[in-house]
């Protein structure tokens, strides 16, 4: 499932053809992807200009001019691309160019649903669709379902050691179980969990209570890195994940853990081999020589 890197590299490339513009025309071709869709979920988005587009942990949050937030979800196979007519003044490496009209309707079996805003096209694509859509009133997003119990944002200034000390004191479980918790914090996942504790050198098995202050103010430090780090690669592309011009994302190309399992640990002075664990059903990756 995209990860918080993944979501923010969406996010920026469908910015320019949705932040401070009007949708013209809003479509949607079925009615439901994970959950069904809000009632006359397309009309309503239609003729509505999109405010700003920002991110909280995994979602992506369009605030409307009519008081409600479009909230979108990629789930595991979700993808949201944009296209735009060669001549239309759009480019950059967000968008994907076409000869054809945006105005020409040929979609795809998976193109779910589509927004048109100018000479530009949105089109999002699921093949599983485990994706997600909704629109909820923004003065109330700390009331949704699925937002309102959040942790802080591990780019964000409220993420900081004394946030995470606070959050895992007393803690038994493991220091991986406890960092996908997205009460504790939101946004990280499998990927980014693993190679964040092989930087900050702590065992994923770790009861998470009993790490001390200045390992968790180096963790929190990695955790930020490795995000940041990832952000700028265009994500990590394992299976389904492509970037909203449809290019991959290199991060993969950068791992130092995650699903190199039987390979040497690449801290140059380490002579470990990389091991995997399962914990609560997941693939962990590590090195047993330097994560104490």
Do not use: W
């Given at each position: 499932m995209p990860e918080l890197p993944e979501?923010?590299?969406v996010r920026r490339g469908i910015a320019p053809i949705l932040e401070g513009n009007r949708i013209e025309r809003a479509r949607a071709f079925r009615a439901d992807l994970r959950w069904p869709f809000p009632e006359r979920f397309a009309e309503r988005l239609t003729g509505r200009t999109v405010l700003s587009l920002r991110r909280r942990s995994k979602?992506?949050?369009g605030e409307m001019d009519d008081g409600h937030t479009w909230r979108m979800h990629l789930?595991?196979?979700?993808?949201?691309?944009?296209?735009?007519?060669r001549g239309s003044g759009l480019g950059g490496s967000f968008v994907h160019e076409i000869p054809a009209s945006p105005r020409v309707d040929a979609f795809g079996p998976h193109d779910h649903v589509v927004v048109d805003t100018g000479a530009a096209r949105l089109i999002y694509n699921d093949a599983r669709r485990f994706g997600a859509m909704d629109l909820w009133p923004t003065a109330?997003?700390?009331?949704?379902?699925?937002?309102?119990?959040?942790g802080p944002e591990p780019l964000g200034n409220l993420f900081n050691v004394d946030a995470l000390s606070a959050a895992l004191n007393g803690k038994t479980a493991s220091i991986k179980a406890a960092l996908l918790d997205q009460r504790v914090v939101s946004g990280l996942g499998n990927i980014y969990v693993c190679e964040a504790l092989w930087?900050?050198?702590i065992h994923p098995a770790r009861a998470a209570g009993s790490i001390s202050r200045k390992r968790l103010d180096a963790l929190v430090r990695h955790i930020r890195d490795v995000l940041a780090e990832a952000i700028e690669a265009g994500g990590s592309s394992l299976r389904d994940y492509r970037q909203a011009d449809g290019e991959l994302g290199y991060f993969q190309h950068r791992f130092s853990v995650y699903d190199r399992e039987d390979e040497?640990?690449?801290l140059m002075s380490c002579p470990g081999v990389v091991r995997r664990l399962v914990q609560s059903?997941?693939?962990?990756?590590?090195?047993?020589?330097?994560?104490?």
């Open positions: 979501v923010e590299t979602y992506i949050l789930g595991m196979s979700g993808r949201s691309f944009v296209v735009a007519a109330d997003l700390e009331g949704h379902p699925l937002l309102g119990k959040l930087r900050a050198k040497p640990c690449t059903g997941r693939s962990t990756f590590y090195c047993p020589k330097c994560q104490k």
